[in-house]
């Protein structure tokens, strides 16, 4: 099952215990609307069906899960291993890991002039 980044599920427990806090303060239906919404999108998100659920899920991989903060945002540390022969044959081949752009060599252009 594909989980959204451990940023985005943090991010969404931290809003849906604030919405359940300000919900039971004031009982607003907008503060309510967006539960609802939150608590659909944590369902969603984990592939539970229920809040109790979604919320051990989330909570259980944010435990698990790698990441540095980066500004505002999370990235993830432990990407996948490659061995140096795999790397430098795909990147000869043009192959790049998803993400990767190839840039031309600086050395090769004070060549060709």
């Not at 309510?32 to 939150?38: A, K, N």
């Not at 996948?80 to 044959?89: E, L, N, V, Y």
Request: hydrophobic letters at 35%.
């Amino acid at each position: 099952m594909l989980m959204p980044l451990p940023a985005t599920l943090h991010r969404l427990l931290a809003e849906y215990e604030r919405l359940l806090a300000e919900e039971t303060a004031t009982s607003t239906t907008s503060a309510s609307q967006r539960l609802q919404d939150v608590t659909y999108t944590l369902c969603v998100s984990t592939g539970t069906r229920e809040i109790s659920d979604a919320l051990d899920t989330a909570r259980a991989y944010l435990a698990k899960a790698t990441a540095t903060p980066l500004g505002d945002r999370h990235v993830i540390t432990s990407p996948p291993k490659q061995t140096a022969t795999a790397a430098t044959s795909s990147r000869a081949a043009g192959n790049l890991p998803r993400g990767q752009v190839q840039l031309a060599s600086t050395t090769a252009r004070a060549d060709e002039r």
